[in-house]
């Protein structure tokens, strides 16, 4: 279990905070999506979380433990992918994990088997300068996985993926949560956090506007909508209602002839527009 | 702790062998020991090499006859002349330090074939101006070459650590900073010493004390690396980082004067690392045996005061920067 209470973090002591009053907890075993438009604090708050900033007030806990009394061995435990690559490039991906494994005193894993996981298998005696932006990225999240974590922290590792590798690097997520880890997933990705996450919180200015399971958050804030295209004058035209609004759908269907009608499910990102008043990007 | 250490002593070889910097330091050296033997001449500084006698039976050209004894060590001593004394049959040669070989090929040179004369050699190692001028300067080169390798490469290393951002993924590891500090010096201690000795044997040869050698060489590299590691903390660039690292380079070559103009010895000079090093260098290369446990001792102190900077600095200001410290 990871407790965060009343976190606050101001970079330039004037003030001005860049994470404000966030308290949230992640029951073991879960994954806990943070998401939110660039410069809403996530990275600030993963950061704190991880002992590589300072907690200036409130609270980290790991099973009751503060962040700041944890010694050499809470690093044994967790795994951390950085928002940016941070590999050595003259190293290839191989011996970026074999080093880095090298570090802990408890059994890591084999660093081909890894590469394997992420789809580096082909690439582990390549250079990492040689590496593509989204190569990079999976060898990031690759390092994070060598010590067999039991907490990981993830800062966008879908981010720079083709779709595919994507879906390949959410499937690998899931599975470390079935191995009983604990995450702290951030993301942009709404689908990604949507399908993989047990809780989310929407941060917006540093502080969480709405925190829910997304299946909660969809029949709080998201309203179904139809959809009802129809021709005029020899173009098509599309007209979107609310569920409820029986009176407007029929009085569209009495005056025109539709061509397709579809109702849609409000996605996350609407509902973080409907509930912050912006968009996510 | 020796698992972790054995790791990145091997990273940091491997990232020390892929950069460029590395092989500019190596091909350095290799025009260093041409140039001593190709184009800085043996003579420069000829005035060392003065022979001086008292009582001979002959007069050669090119010696110099003194009044006494006591007048010919004194010059030996002082000038580092080289001093012939005649006892009945026997001439005696006074020098600060030749080696047999040169001692030989000097008497051969004079009194032609040996067994006309008894010849004793007797050594007043106070002063070694006659060792070849270009070769007399190897503990310079030594000291600036493979010996300031840890100082410049543990400098490049931590900085493009720095760039990479990979120091953060290290402060989310269980790496710690003794393991941090202790890889590094212990990477380019050994080979600065590997590179001191390779220049050592090209330059002066064989002939010098080795056990002495090897364990000076290792310390003042090790030291250099943690003054390169203490200093470099600060920087985040390389170009802010490169004029700080040529002044405290240039500051430390300011020994390099007193090495060849033993005169100019102020008081502060001492205090400058390279100081103790370089006349160790020549102690242990030229000496003959003179103790050198003193420039040994010296350095060591030197580098455990570093190690201890380093290490808090590294904490401080590189793996714990910006955190709560526990
Ligand atoms: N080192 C720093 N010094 C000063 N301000 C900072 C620093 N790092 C971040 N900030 C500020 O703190 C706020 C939150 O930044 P943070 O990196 O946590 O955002 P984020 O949600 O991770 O954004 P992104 O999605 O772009 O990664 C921003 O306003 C940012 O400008
Ligand atoms: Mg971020």
């Known amino acids: ?281 | 702790m020796m698992g972790k250490i054995i790791s990145l002593m091997v990273q940091d070889t491997k990232l020390m062998v892929r950069n460029a910097i590395f092989w500019v330091i190596t091909v350095t050296l290799i025009l260093i020991v041409l140039s001593v033997h190709f184009l800085i001449p043996g003579d420069f500084n000829s005035s060392g090499q003065h022979l001086v006698s008292w009582n001979l039976d002959t007069v050669y050209p090119g010696i110099t006859p003194l009044e006494s004894r006591e007048a010919v060590e004194e010059s030996v001593r002082k000038d580092g002349t080289i001093g012939l004394i005649q006892e009945g049959d026997t001439i005696i040669l006074i020098h600060p330090g030749l080696s047999e070989k040169t001692q030989n090929a000097l008497m051969a040179a004079l009194f032609g074939e040996p067994g006309d004369y008894n010849i004793r050699s007797l050594t007043l190692r106070q002063n070694t101006g006659i060792i070849p001028e270009n070769i007399r300067l190897a503990p310079v080169f030594i000291c600036f070459e493979a010996v300031v390798l840890g100082f410049l490469m543990a400098g490049i290393l931590m900085l493009s650590e720095k760039e990479q951002k990979t120091i953060k993924a290290y402060r989310v590891s269980p790496g710690g900073t003794l393991a941090y500090v202790i890889s590094k010096a212990l990477v380019f201690g050994i080979f600065g010493t590997i590179y001191a000795l390779l220049m050592a044997v090209l330059i002066v040869g064989f002939d010098f004390n080795w056990p002495g050698f090897i364990l000076l060489a290792f310390v003042s590299s090790v030291l250099f690396t943690l003054l390169g590691l203490a200093v470099t903390v600060f920087f985040s660039d390389m170009s802010n980082w490169f004029f700080t690292a040529v002044l405290i380079l240039v500051i430390n070559m300011t020994t390099m004067v007193s090495y060849s103009a033993p005169a100019f010895s102020p008081f502060w000079i001492r205090f400058i690392p390279s100081y103790t090093i370089i006349f160790g260098f020549e102690d242990v290369l030229f000496g003959a045996g003179r103790d050198i446990a003193q420039a040994l001792i010296i350095t060591s102190a030197e580098a455990a005061v570093l190690f201890a900077a380093a290490c808090a600095l590294v904490r401080k200001k590189l793996l714990k920067a910006g955190r709560s410290m526990t």
């Not at chain 1, 970026?96 to 996981?117: C, H, I, Q, R």
């Not at chain 1, 992420?118 to 989204?134: F, N």
């Not at chain 1, 540093?206 to 998201?222: H, Q, V």
Request: net charge negative; aromatic share 8%.
């Open chain 1, 1 to 281: 279990m990871i407790d965060v209470w009343h976190l606050y973090h101001d970079y330039t002591g004037t003030g001005k905070f860049a994470v404000l009053d966030v308290t949230f907890s992640i029951p073991k075993g879960t994954i806990f999506g943070c998401l939110g438009p660039s410069g809403a604090g996530k990275s600030t708050i993963q950061n704190i979380m991880t002992g590589l900033l300072k907690l200036q007030r409130g609270e980290v806990s790991y099973e009751g433990k503060s962040v700041n009394e944890l010694g050499v061995k809470f690093f044994n435990r967790i795994g951390v992918s950085f928002e940016q690559p941070n590999v050595y490039r003259r190293l290839t991906g191989y011996e970026n994990l074999k080093y880095f494994a090298g570090l802990f005193s408890v059994p890591t894993l084999d660093p081909m088997e890894v590469l394997d996981w992420v789809g580096l298998r082909d690439d582990a005696h390549k250079k990492a300068s040689d590496y593509s932006k989204g190569m990079l990225q999976r060898l990031n999240l690759a390092r994070s996985l060598i010590n067999r974590p039991d907490i990981l922290f993830l800062d966008e590792p879908t981010s720079g993926l083709d779709p595919s590798t994507a879906s390949r690097i959410r499937n690998l997520i899931m599975e470390q949560k079935e191995k009983g880890a604990t995450i702290f997933l951030t993301t942009h990705n709404m689908d990604l956090a949507d399908r993989l996450c047990d809780m989310v919180a929407f941060l917006d200015e540093g502080s969480i506007a709405a925190m829910d399971t997304p299946g909660n958050l969809k029949l709080k804030y998201g309203k179904k909508e139809v959809m009802i295209t129809y021709e005029k004058d020899g173009s098509l035209v599309t007209e979107s209602f609310s569920m409820d609004d029986k009176a407007g759908i029929a009085s569209l269907i009495d005056r025109v002839t539709p061509v397709k009608i579809h109702s849609q499910e409000a996605t996350l990102e609407d509902i973080f527009i409907r509930v912050t008043g912006r968009g996510l990007s």
